[in-house]
Nanobody
Framework: QVQLVESGGGLVQPGDSLKLSCTAS????????MGWFRRLPGREREFVQA????????YYANSVKGRFTISRDDAKNTVYLQMNTLKPEDTAVYYC??????????????????WGQGTQVTVST
């Protein structure tokens, strides 16, 4: 079993940056593809960004293109989401997720096995 805990959320102003962390326990993240998802107020959870188990490839939603970057540090058992130029429409609860997958990644939440509890990001003046 993998337990995931997100951190780094908060209240920021438009244009600011935040870096979310997702730290795992119970197993090493080596061999797991990782994803970040978010749930906007009143909306379904949506895909944000994902990274392969080797960290060499990633995929992002168009809504965060050029602003968000996913990365991983398997030595620290942690995945990150660097969020720059934040907009009010980025306000959401952000979740990280893991799936054991030696190759490739997934943009579908149905493919992920383990989830964190989420961290709130609010972008507002």
């Amino acid at each position: 079993q993998v337990q995931l805990v997100e951190s780094g959320g908060g209240l920021v102003q438009p244009g600011d940056s935040l870096k979310l962390s997702c730290t795992a326990s119970g197993d090493t993240l080596r061999g797991y593809a990782m994803g970040w998802f978010r749930r906007l107020p009143g909306r379904e959870r949506e895909f944000v960004q994902a990274i392969t188990s080797d960290g060499k490839s990633s995929y992002y939603a168009n809504s965060v293109k050029g602003r968000f970057t996913i990365s991983r540090d398997d030595a620290k058992n942690t995945v990150y989401l660097q969020m720059n130029t934040l907009k009010p429409e980025d306000t959401a609860v952000y979740y990280c997720a893991a799936v054991r997958r030696p190759w490739g990644l997934s943009t579908s939440e149905n493919d992920y096995t383990f989830w964190g509890q989420g961290t709130q990001v609010t972008v507002s003046t």
